[in-house]
């Protein structure tokens, strides 16, 4: 592993900053101070010390997140918005959540200090299943029920097949639920897909993704994956 890259998964700061460190000669491998970029460490055997003091990578560990309704998918916001880190522990460095929900949308994410996984979770080419409900304006017809299983064109392109069920009607508040299934993650996905057929999104629950669902989880809970639990994870990635 790169040794900026190295400093920055065990949560000292940035990889640009971690650059500057290593520049200004702050950073040793082993006894011997580094000032070149490049320079590859091994983070079970290699000593890697920053301005004096030994640094090491994080116990790995991941979790189930309910993110409430009205929290920014960020660790920080400039806005001053509550964000999703203030429901971290505390005592777990670098837990970064893998993917987003808007603000306004609810349900099941992965938090993680698990680089590695992250990156499995996130590539597109893995195409882990998210199931949602979605309560939306309208009643559906079977023409827009079956546009969204075929895919529809929204920002960035025709989404992918999806698995799309009308479960509900509410003629009180003249709206519908729709539980839909999907492989993709892009921003705004199933927003998009709704209003692409007529029947935009009140409210919006992510419920599952891969193996897990939500239930058992209270608003703004987080549990921590067993390792047995995190390796079915990852197979449901590498089969998607």
Same mark, same amino acid.
């Given at each position: 592993?790169?040794?900026?890259?190295?400093?920055?998964?065990c949560?000292?700061?940035?990889?640009?900053?971690?650059?500057?460190?290593?520049?200004?000669?702050l950073?040793?491998?082993?006894?011997?101070?580094?000032t070149?970029?490049?320079v590859?460490v091994?983070?079970?055997t290699?000593?890697?010390?920053?301005?004096?003091?030994?640094?090491?990578?994080?116990?790995?560990?991941?979790?189930?997140?309910?993110?409430?309704?009205?929290?920014?998918?960020?660790?920080?916001?400039?806005?001053?918005r509550?964000?999703v880190?203030?429901f971290?522990?505390?005592?777990?460095?670098?837990?970064?959540?893998?993917? !987003? *929900?808007?603000?306004?949308t609810? &349900?099941?994410?992965?938090?993680?200090n698990?680089g #590695?996984?992250a =990156? @499995?979770?996130?590539?597109p080419r893995?195409?882990?299943?998210?199931e949602y409900?979605?309560?939306?304006?309208?009643?559906?017809?079977?023409?827009?029920?079956?546009?969204?299983?075929?895919?529809?064109?929204?920002?960035?392109?025709?989404t992918?097949?999806?698995s799309?069920?009308?479960?509900?009607t509410?003629?009180?508040?003249?709206?519908?639920?729709?539980?839909l299934?999907?492989h993709?993650?892009?921003?705004?996905?199933?927003?998009?897909?709704c209003?692409?057929?007529g029947?935009?999104?009140?409210?919006?629950k992510r419920?599952r993704?891969?193996?897990? !669902? *939500?239930?058992?989880?209270?608003? &703004?809970?987080m549990?921590?994956?067993?390792?047995? #639990?995190?390796e =079915? @994870?990852?197979?449901?990635?590498?089969k998607?």
């Amino acid at each position: 592993m790169r040794l900026h890259r190295f400093i920055a998964q065990c949560g000292v700061t940035s990889r640009r900053k971690a650059e500057d460190l290593i520049r200004e000669g702050l950073v040793s491998v082993n006894g011997v101070t580094v000032t070149e970029m490049g320079v590859s460490v091994d983070p079970e055997t290699d000593q890697v010390e920053v301005e004096g003091k030994p640094v090491a990578l994080p116990d790995k560990r991941s979790y189930l997140f309910n993110k409430p309704r009205g929290i920014v998918t960020t660790l920080s916001d400039p806005r001053g918005r509550p964000t999703v880190a203030g429901f971290f522990p505390g005592d777990v460095k670098g837990l970064k959540p893998v993917g !987003r *929900l808007d603000m306004q949308t609810e &349900g099941l994410m992965i938090v993680t200090n698990d680089g #590695e996984l992250a =990156a @499995l979770l996130s590539h597109p080419r893995h195409g882990v299943e998210k199931e949602y409900v979605a309560q939306v304006k309208g009643v559906p017809e079977s023409k827009a029920i079956e546009r969204l299983r075929k895919g529809v064109w929204i920002e960035g392109g025709r989404t992918a097949p999806a698995s799309v069920d009308l479960t509900g009607t509410d003629p009180k508040t003249g709206t519908s639920l729709l539980t839909l299934i999907i492989h993709e993650g892009r921003k705004h996905q199933v927003r998009l897909m709704c209003e692409a057929v007529g029947h935009p999104v009140v409210h919006l629950k992510r419920v599952r993704i891969g193996p897990f !669902r *939500l239930k058992g989880l209270s608003s &703004g809970e987080m549990r921590k994956l067993s390792q047995k #639990e995190v390796e =079915a @994870l990852r197979l449901a990635a590498r089969k998607g």
